[in-house]
């Protein structure tokens, strides 16, 4: 069984779709724990699913320093084999990183290296390509520059809003991050090797 921590920032539709699959007892992982940057409306979701929490607000810190430490405690605390940052809004530090090398996943919403950072949606749209995606990769030290481990694509109709295509690329995201986590835990997808 793959064990996970999550980590949210938003209303956590990705982490939803991610419990009701490890809700089955077919589905070869489970979550551990979901952590936040922020009283996250997607907390509740965990909390339905009877999964631990723990929010960590950087602002309510000293130091950055600080609040790396003891997110990096929080999360190796429940000794997960994978992290997954499921709409998770700030850039992950390097000394959490480098302590879990390989086991941090993203997921977001374009074709990467196309749109990277906080407003892809937003910018495909002004950037006007006909097309745009979602993908999964390994978390690295850069902004959404991580090896990608698999990717779909979402073709953007003439005159949809940044909300509604959001709302189309989140469906195709619950599906692949799902997957995703059963070829990771079943060994169809390898990490290490996606990383080399
Ligand atoms: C997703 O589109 C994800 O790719 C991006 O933030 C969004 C999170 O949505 N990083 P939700 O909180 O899972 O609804």
């Keep these: 069984m793959l064990t996970i921590v999550a980590l949210i920032s938003g209303s956590g539709s990705n982490l939803r779709a991610l419990l009701e699959a490890c809700d089955s007892p ?6 551990r724990a979901v952590g936040a940057d922020r009283p996250a409306a997607g907390l509740e979701h965990a909390e339905l699913f009877g999964v631990s929490t723990f929010v960590l607000e950087p602002n309510k810190f000293s130091s950055k320093e600080q609040w790396a430490d003891l997110l990096l405690h929080s999360i190796q605390f429940h000794k997960p084999d994978l992290v997954v940052l499921a709409g998770f809004m700030r850039v992950l530090p390097k ?12 997921i977001h919403p374009s074709l990467l290296p196309a749109f990277p950072g906080a407003h892809a949606v937003r910018d495909a749209l002004a950037a006007g390509v006909t097309m745009t995606g979602a993908t999964v990769h390994i978390v690295d030290a850069g902004i959404d520059t991580g090896p990608v481990i698999r990717q779909q694509e979402v073709a953007i109709p003439a005159g949809i809003s940044e909300t509604e295509l959001h709302e189309r690329i989140k469906e195709v995201e619950k599906t692949q991050l799902v997957g995703v986590i059963k070829d990771i835990a079943e060994g169809r997808i390898n990490l290490a090797e996606v990383a080399n």
């Design 26 to 31: 077919l589905y070869p992982a489970k979550v």
């Design 95 to 106: 000394s959490i990183i480098d302590a879990l090398p390989g086991k941090i996943i993203n």
